[in-house]
């Protein structure tokens, strides 16, 4: 683990040289309790950022508490010159049973094709492990409104580290900043105790993995 947070001008230099949003392309996956899955794919090299948020249904302007017919989902930009969208469908299919859909639709598993050729990637990769259509249960369907969840859902697991918090606070990073950090999604998915590659500017694969000294 990540034992001292990166300085705030550490964080603020590597956002500045991350991949901008138009460098990117988005996905969207409800894998349930979206906590997790921001943490998951956080941690996945070539993932640059990430936000927790709502989608699948029709009520408009979904909160936690006011969900309707909304899904809790992940949506992810990645870089498409590391990492390709049928990696990212292994990662959330290995992430849930696709034979299983949760009964509470908040926590259902959806996967939200936004393209022609993510739609594609999706029917070759279904076709290509021999899931019959007829036999999943996760939901696949297209994205047709994203909205995100309140600020105290996104990089969940790194707000529970206040002095981490504090590194992002001192670098002028307000709640929206920190949603789309691609530091706070490293940070976060390494707070979370996930496997992320070593990036020594911010201090992650540095120390020892036996737990926070």
Same mark, same amino acid.
């Given at each position: 683990?990540?034992?001292?947070?990166?300085?705030?001008?550490? *964080?603020?230099?590597?956002?500045?040289?991350?991949?901008?949003? %138009?460098?990117?392309?988005?996905?969207?996956?409800?894998?349930?309790?979206?906590?997790?899955?921001?943490? =998951?794919?956080?941690?996945?090299?070539?993932?640059? /950022?990430?936000?927790?948020?709502?989608?699948?249904?029709?009520?408009?302007?979904?909160?936690?508490?006011?969900?309707?017919?909304?899904?809790?989902?992940?949506?992810?930009?990645?870089?498409?010159?590391?990492?390709?969208?049928?990696?990212?469908?292994? @990662?959330?299919?290995?992430?849930?049973?696709?034979?299983?859909?949760?009964?509470? =639709?908040?926590?259902?598993?959806?996967?939200?094709?936004?393209?022609?050729?993510? /739609? #594609?990637?999706?029917?070759?990769?279904?076709?290509? #492990?021999?899931?019959?259509? #007829?036999?999943?249960?996760?939901?696949?369907?297209?994205?047709?409104?994203?909205?995100?969840?309140?600020?105290?859902?996104?990089?969940?697991?790194? =707000?529970?580290?206040?002095?981490?918090? #504090?590194?992002? %606070? @001192?670098?002028?990073?307000?709640?929206? @900043?920190?949603? %789309?950090?691609?530091?706070?999604?490293?940070?976060?998915?390494?707070?979370?105790?996930?496997?992320?590659?070593? *990036?020594?500017?911010?201090?992650?694969?540095?120390?020892?993995?036996?737990?926070?000294?």
């Amino acid at each position: 683990r990540v034992c001292m947070p990166p300085p705030p001008r550490t *964080i603020a230099e590597y956002d500045r040289t991350a991949p901008t949003r %138009e460098a990117t392309e988005t996905a969207t996956f409800a894998l349930g309790c979206f906590w997790g899955p921001d943490a =998951r794919f956080g941690a996945i090299d070539g993932v640059v /950022r990430t936000r927790v948020g709502y989608a699948g249904g029709t009520d408009p302007d979904p909160t936690y508490h006011a969900l309707g017919d909304h899904t809790e989902v992940v949506q992810l930009d990645y870089d498409p010159s590391r990492i390709g969208y049928r990696a990212l469908l292994e @990662a959330a299919f290995a992430a849930h049973d696709p034979h299983r859909q949760p009964a509470k =639709r908040q926590y259902h598993h959806i996967i939200c094709p936004e393209t022609g050729t993510q /739609r #594609e990637t999706l029917k070759a990769y279904l076709d290509g #492990e021999g899931y019959a259509r #007829e036999d999943v249960a996760t939901r696949i369907e297209p994205l047709s409104a994203f909205y995100p969840a309140e600020s105290y859902h996104q990089k969940y697991t790194l =707000r529970t580290d206040r002095t981490l918090l #504090e590194s992002f %606070e @001192a670098a002028g990073y307000e709640d929206e @900043a920190i949603r %789309e950090s691609p530091a706070a999604a490293k940070l976060n998915a390494d707070r979370a105790g996930r496997e992320v590659a070593p *990036i020594p500017e911010l201090g992650i694969g540095t120390a020892p993995r036996g737990g926070r000294e």
